[in-house]
């Protein structure tokens, strides 16, 4: 029995996954060891990436097979926005600014969209880890910083999704139909971007855990 896409595709990816989890900047935040607005720092990147794929996400929304993965219900930049607002208050655009490595990120989101394998890599890589890991993320970090819905951690919450776990298993099945749509070489391509984006994303994390450092 052929084993499906979205397994392969987990199971091709899980180091990638697991070093980035392991990144030192999240065991600090996780540990509570971070001021408001050291996490406002991850914030920010996220929404300078997340402006990037809800860009792509609109423009490939008739795309017939990238199109399948575009879910408005899953757009985060407005939630960031939020997110944004309550770390650093009405002017926090003028405070942040993308790491070199988010902006490496982001280029390579703009690149990878001209092709939909690529599109659907860092849409999975991000949007995944979001739905899954990441509401693990969002209950610690109201523990932390006492975070309620309407700003904080917006960018975990996904109401309009309804059921998170079936929201989780139709995407899956959209990846194991990729099967009838990609071809071998084009499956094994968007692997090697699903690996690639976990590694720049890492990266992000990375440039983050120095700016922990240079501050101490």
């Known amino acids: ?15 990638d996954h697991e070093s980035a989890e392991s990144e030192s900047y999240l065991s600090e935040l996780m540990g509570g060891r971070l001021s408001e607005h050291q996490y406002g720092q991850m914030v920010a990147q ?26 408005p219900e899953l757009f985060r930049e407005r939630a960031l926005e939020r997110d944004l607002a309550t770390v650093y208050g009405s002017g ?14 982001v280029a390579r989101i703009h690149q990878a969209a001209d092709w939909p394998g690529g599109y659907i890599a ?13 509401q693990f993320v969002r209950m610690e970090l109201q523990k932390i910083y006492g975070y ?19 929201f989780k298993t139709e995407y899956r099945s959209r990846l194991d139909a990729l099967e009838l749509q990609l071809d071998e070489r084009e499956r094994r391509r968007l692997i090697r971007e699903v690996k ?4 720049l994303n890492t990266e992000v994390l990375t440039e983050l855990t120095h700016t922990l450092t240079t501050a101490a």
């Open 1 to 15: 029995m052929t084993k499906p896409f979205s397994e392969t595709l987990r199971e091709a990816t899980w180091a």
């Open 46 to 71: 996220h929404y300078f990436a997340y402006v990037a794929l809800d860009g792509v996400s609109r423009r490939l929304a008739d795309h017939p097979v990238a199109g399948r993965f575009v879910f």
């Open 92 to 105: 926090w655009r003028d405070v942040i600014t993308p790491s070199k490595a988010t902006r490496t990120l």
């Open 122 to 134: 860092h849409h999975y890589t991000r949007y995944l880890g979001d739905l899954s890991g990441g």
């Open 148 to 166: 309620a819905k309407g700003g904080g951690v917006d960018f975990y919450i996904f109401d309009e999704l309804g059921s998170l776990p079936r």
């Open 196 to 199: 690639l984006a976990y590694q």
